[in-house]
């Protein structure tokens, strides 16, 4: 992997929207949050109006989705990041084959690289033909890094690899799915972070809310995590509530049936399985992490879960780091971490899988670097998840 470099205008524009997204979680005091809390107050509102319109145009038959003949399966949520959506749709994705499914996943690829503008106002300029999406994984290799497709597609293509699940990537999941039927004959298709893509029609809802932070604090983007209203709850045939470790509360259970009285609940917990070494093989229990002392640092939408993760598992964080979600790692990130984690004299450095795999290959510091490897559990009466399968499989 290429040398990375954070130029000065690069750092600015991080700390800039590091700001303003600790202003939308409302995590920043003072009186500058406040004025661009303001901002981005009126924001919201024109941000309300414009989503308004466009499920108003979809729902009209103004604006038309395109079905493609097979099952579609959206898996999406109301929020922006936090809810734990890439292991549900690895989860599902393994289930569905194990039951005779051929799966795609499709993705957008969320950081990976993708057409310039320009290239593509070229293209229509000349009539061009569009490049076919990217081919992740064939369902027999992974052809394609984490730069290139984005981190979770790279990692549901290297997990979901013994399944024999297709992953591809990109902007257009329409023609990304006609291209998937097309060249691997898939008849299912899992269209990842997917409910407000509306050009494709999809036959199954599954929306997904976290139970630490189901609706941050209830605004639309960008003063709050919301992509669109509490109500459109109502959107979802299934809805998963994640990160149920203690527990789905009655009330959160009750808000969700008054916007969608019809929908199935599922509570699911994201249990953490193994380390794993980064850029090695080794791998150990989860046990290896009592009493170390613990260098943290994560790029993913709730750090605060990561970190509690590591305390409860017997880890005393030491020091930590947090990056935006989806943070590109830099040379001087790492250099970063790991002067943190000497200063602190940290037995192990610790971060999330998603992490892992944007991280440049020659980073091998002194400091043993794991990732923690996550499962997803159903809880309560296994029928919910089992009745979303057989939905999926059988139309029932």
Same mark, same amino acid.
């Given at each position: 992997?290429? %040398?990375?470099?954070?130029?000065?205008?690069?750092?600015?524009?991080?700390?800039?929207?590091?700001?303003? =997204? *600790?202003?939308?979680?409302?995590?920043?005091?003072?009186?500058?949050?406040?004025?661009?809390?303001?901002?981005?107050?009126?924001?919201?509102?024109?941000?309300?109006?414009?989503?308004?319109?466009?499920?108003?145009?979809?729902?009209?038959?103004?604006?038309?989705?395109?079905?493609?003949?097979? /099952?579609?399966?959206?898996?999406?949520?109301?929020?922006?990041?936090?809810?734990? +959506?890439?292991?549900?749709?690895?989860?599902?994705?393994? =289930?569905?084959?194990?039951? $005779?499914?051929?799966?795609?996943?499709?993705?957008?690829?969320? +950081? @990976?690289?993708?057409?310039?503008?320009?290239?593509?106002?070229?293209?229509?300029? %000349?009539?061009?033909?569009?490049?076919?999406?990217?081919?992740?994984?064939?369902?027999?290799?992974?052809?394609? $890094?984490?730069?290139?497709?984005?981190?979770?597609?790279?990692?549901?293509?290297? &997990?979901?690899?013994?399944?024999?699940?297709?992953?591809?990537?990109?902007?257009?999941?329409?023609?990304?799915?006609?291209?998937?039927?097309?060249?691997?004959?898939? *008849?299912?298709?899992?269209?990842?972070? $997917?409910?407000?893509?509306?050009?494709?029609?999809?036959?199954?809802?599954?929306?997904?809310?976290?139970?630490?932070? !189901?609706? @941050? &604090?209830?605004?639309?983007?960008?003063?709050?995590?919301?992509?669109?209203?509490?109500?459109?709850?109502?959107?979802?045939?299934?809805?998963?509530?994640? /990160?149920?470790?203690?527990?789905?509360?009655?009330?959160?259970?009750?808000?969700?049936?008054?916007? &969608?009285?019809?929908?199935?609940?599922?509570?699911?917990?994201?249990?953490?399985?193994?380390?794993?070494?980064?850029?090695?093989?080794?791998?150990? !229990?989860?046990?290896?992490?009592?009493? /170390?002392?613990?260098?943290?640092?994560?790029?993913?939408?709730?750090?605060?879960?990561?970190?509690?993760?590591?305390? *409860?598992?017997?880890?005393?964080?030491?020091?930590?780091?947090?990056?935006?979600?989806?943070?590109?790692?830099?040379?001087?990130?790492?250099?970063?971490?790991?002067?943190?984690?000497?200063?602190?004299?940290? *037995?192990?450095?610790?971060?999330?899988? /998603?992490?892992?795999?944007?991280?440049?290959?020659?980073?091998? !510091?002194?400091? !043993?670097?794991?990732?923690?490897?996550?499962?997803?559990?159903?809880?309560?009466?296994?029928?919910?998840?089992?009745?979303?399968?057989?939905?999926?499989?059988?139309?029932?």
């Amino acid at each position: 992997m290429a %040398t990375k470099h954070r130029g000065p205008l690069s750092a600015l524009a991080q700390a800039v929207a590091a700001f303003a =997204v *600790d202003v939308a979680h409302d995590r920043r005091p003072g009186p500058l949050a406040a004025l661009l809390a303001g901002f981005l107050r009126a924001l919201s509102v024109v941000f309300g109006w414009l989503v308004a319109l466009r499920l108003w145009l979809y729902r009209e038959r103004l604006l038309h989705d395109t079905p493609l003949g097979c /099952k579609v399966v959206v898996v999406g949520n109301l929020t922006v990041g936090g809810t734990g +959506k890439t292991p549900v749709v690895m989860r599902l994705a393994r =289930v569905l084959s194990e039951r $005779g499914r051929r799966v795609a996943i499709l993705s957008r690829g969320y +950081k @990976g690289r993708t057409d310039s503008m320009a290239r593509r106002f070229w293209r229509w300029l %000349t009539q061009g033909r569009r490049p076919d999406p990217l081919v992740v994984s064939d369902g027999r290799a992974v052809l394609a $890094g984490p730069e290139e497709a984005g981190d979770e597609p790279y990692m549901m293509a290297r &997990n979901l690899l013994d399944a024999g699940v297709v992953v591809v990537v990109g902007r257009d999941r329409v023609e990304g799915g006609r291209f998937a039927l097309r060249r691997f004959g898939v *008849d299912t298709i899992l269209l990842d972070d $997917g409910l407000q893509y509306l050009p494709l029609r999809g036959t199954v809802n599954l929306l997904l809310v976290d139970r630490h932070n !189901p609706f @941050g &604090n209830r605004r639309l983007l960008p003063r709050g995590i919301l992509r669109e209203p509490v109500r459109n709850l109502s959107r979802g045939t299934f809805v998963f509530v994640t /990160k149920c470790d203690d527990g789905l509360p009655p009330e959160l259970a009750a808000e969700i049936r008054r916007h &969608n009285p019809a929908a199935e609940i599922i509570a699911c917990a994201h249990r953490p399985r193994e380390l794993v070494e980064v850029g090695g093989a080794g791998r150990h !229990p989860l046990s290896h992490l009592r009493g /170390k002392r613990v260098m943290a640092f994560s790029g993913i939408a709730t750090p605060e879960r990561f970190e509690a993760t590591l305390r *409860d598992l017997g880890a005393t964080l030491v020091a930590n780091r947090r990056f935006l979600d989806h943070h590109a790692f830099a040379d001087e990130d790492l250099d970063e971490i790991l002067e943190r984690a000497a200063r602190a004299r940290a *037995d192990l450095i610790v971060t999330t899988e /998603k992490d892992a795999v944007r991280l440049q290959s020659a980073f091998r !510091p002194p400091i !043993p670097l794991v990732y923690v490897r996550l499962d997803v559990e159903f809880l309560g009466d296994p029928a919910g998840f089992d009745g979303a399968v057989a939905r999926i499989c059988d139309g029932a």
